[in-house]
Protein backbone atom coordinates (compact mmCIF):
# COMPACT_ATOMS: atom_id res chain seq x y z
CA UNK A 1 0.00 0.00 0.00
CA UNK A 2 1.55 3.43 -1.26
CA UNK A 3 0.29 7.00 -1.41
CA UNK A 4 1.56 10.11 -2.91
CA UNK A 5 0.20 13.81 -1.84
CA UNK A 6 1.07 16.32 -4.57
CA UNK A 7 -0.28 19.53 -5.57
CA UNK A 8 1.02 21.53 -2.85
CA UNK A 9 2.28 25.46 -2.96
CA UNK A 10 2.20 29.11 -2.27
CA UNK A 11 -1.64 30.32 -2.55
CA UNK A 12 -3.19 34.34 -1.89
CA UNK A 13 -5.52 34.32 0.70
CA UNK A 14 -8.93 33.59 -1.20
CA UNK A 15 -7.65 31.20 -3.73
CA UNK A 16 -7.86 27.39 -4.40
CA UNK A 17 -5.86 24.73 -4.81
CA UNK A 18 -5.96 21.02 -5.74
CA UNK A 19 -4.56 18.31 -4.13
CA UNK A 20 -4.25 14.99 -5.39
CA UNK A 21 -3.51 11.38 -3.51
CA UNK A 22 -2.41 8.82 -5.68
CA UNK A 23 -2.45 5.45 -3.90
CA UNK A 24 -1.19 2.35 -5.13
CA UNK A 25 -1.02 -1.30 -4.41
CA UNK A 26 -4.66 -1.36 -3.52
CA UNK A 27 -8.33 -0.24 -5.36
CA UNK A 28 -10.11 2.66 -4.04
CA UNK A 29 -12.90 0.80 -4.50
CA UNK A 30 -11.96 -0.68 -1.02
CA UNK A 31 -10.03 1.94 0.71
CA UNK A 32 -10.96 5.15 2.37
CA UNK A 33 -9.05 7.62 2.13
CA UNK A 34 -8.93 10.92 4.38
CA UNK A 35 -6.92 14.08 3.76
CA UNK A 36 -5.36 15.06 6.99
CA UNK A 37 -3.37 18.40 7.90
CA UNK A 38 -0.43 19.55 10.56
CA UNK A 39 0.30 23.21 11.12
CA UNK A 40 3.30 24.46 12.05
CA UNK A 41 3.59 23.84 16.32
CA UNK A 42 -0.46 22.12 15.83
CA UNK A 43 -1.33 18.22 16.30
CA UNK A 44 -2.24 16.80 13.08
CA UNK A 45 -5.80 17.17 12.42
CA UNK A 46 -8.88 15.16 9.92
CA UNK A 47 -9.76 17.33 7.29
CA UNK A 48 -12.12 15.32 5.18
CA UNK A 49 -12.68 11.65 4.51
CA UNK A 50 -13.88 9.37 2.12
CA UNK A 51 -15.31 5.64 2.23
CA UNK A 52 -14.49 3.02 -0.24
CA UNK A 53 -17.60 1.03 -0.63
CA UNK A 54 -19.65 3.74 -1.52
CA UNK A 55 -18.40 7.21 -1.39
CA UNK A 56 -19.73 8.58 1.57
CA UNK A 57 -17.76 11.61 2.48
CA UNK A 58 -17.72 12.89 6.17
CA UNK A 59 -16.24 16.68 6.75
CA UNK A 60 -14.72 18.34 9.44
CA UNK A 61 -16.78 21.31 10.51
CA UNK A 62 -14.97 24.24 9.75
CA UNK A 63 -13.85 22.69 5.96
CA UNK A 64 -17.71 21.77 5.04
CA UNK A 65 -18.34 24.45 1.93
CA UNK A 66 -14.85 25.17 1.51
CA UNK A 67 -13.42 21.47 0.70
CA UNK A 68 -14.57 19.23 -1.53
CA UNK A 69 -12.86 15.28 -2.12
CA UNK A 70 -13.50 13.51 -4.74
CA UNK A 71 -12.35 10.08 -6.58
CA UNK A 72 -11.29 9.51 -9.69
CA UNK A 73 -11.85 5.65 -10.26
CA UNK A 74 -10.26 6.05 -13.64
CA UNK A 75 -6.72 6.83 -12.25
CA UNK A 76 -7.14 5.13 -8.62
CA UNK A 77 -6.31 9.35 -7.16
CA UNK A 78 -8.39 10.82 -5.09
CA UNK A 79 -8.77 14.96 -5.19
CA UNK A 80 -9.04 17.36 -2.82
CA UNK A 81 -10.50 20.65 -4.21
CA UNK A 82 -9.94 23.60 -1.42
CA UNK A 83 -11.38 27.21 -1.80
CA UNK A 84 -11.63 30.14 0.10
CA UNK A 85 -8.35 29.55 1.57
CA UNK A 86 -7.06 30.96 4.45
CA UNK A 87 -3.95 31.86 6.36
CA UNK A 88 -5.17 29.35 8.85
CA UNK A 89 -5.24 26.60 6.40
CA UNK A 90 -1.54 26.67 6.21
CA UNK A 91 -0.27 23.27 6.62
CA UNK A 92 1.18 20.06 5.87
CA UNK A 93 -1.41 18.05 3.92
CA UNK A 94 -1.53 14.26 3.85
CA UNK A 95 -3.62 11.55 2.45
CA UNK A 96 -4.14 8.35 4.33
CA UNK A 97 -5.68 5.05 4.06
CA UNK A 98 -7.88 2.78 7.51
CA UNK A 99 -6.89 -0.33 4.88
CA UNK A 100 -10.89 -0.89 4.43
CA UNK A 101 -13.81 0.69 2.79
CA UNK A 102 -14.52 2.77 5.81
CA UNK A 103 -13.67 5.60 7.56
CA UNK A 104 -12.74 6.22 10.81
CA UNK A 105 -12.74 9.28 13.38
CA UNK A 106 -9.21 9.04 15.30
CA UNK A 107 -5.85 9.64 12.92
CA UNK A 108 -4.85 6.31 14.70
CA UNK A 109 -7.21 4.22 12.99
CA UNK A 110 -4.77 4.79 9.89
CA UNK A 111 -2.44 2.95 9.49
CA UNK A 112 -1.15 3.64 5.98
CA UNK A 113 0.21 7.25 5.07
CA UNK A 114 1.46 9.39 2.29
CA UNK A 115 4.06 11.93 2.48
CA UNK A 116 2.46 14.95 3.48
CA UNK A 117 2.40 17.74 0.34
CA UNK A 118 2.86 21.87 1.84
CA UNK A 119 0.42 24.02 1.48
CA UNK A 120 0.96 27.74 2.13
CA UNK A 121 -1.29 30.46 2.28
CA UNK A 122 -0.14 34.04 2.34
CA UNK A 123 -0.18 37.00 0.47
Known amino acids: VQLQASGGGLVQPGGSLRLSCAASGFSLDHGAIGWFRQAPGKEREGVVC????????YYTDSMRGRFTISKNKGDNTVSLQMNKLEPEDTAVYYCATTGDGWCELGISDYPYWGRGTLVTVSS
Open 50 to 57: ISGYDRTT
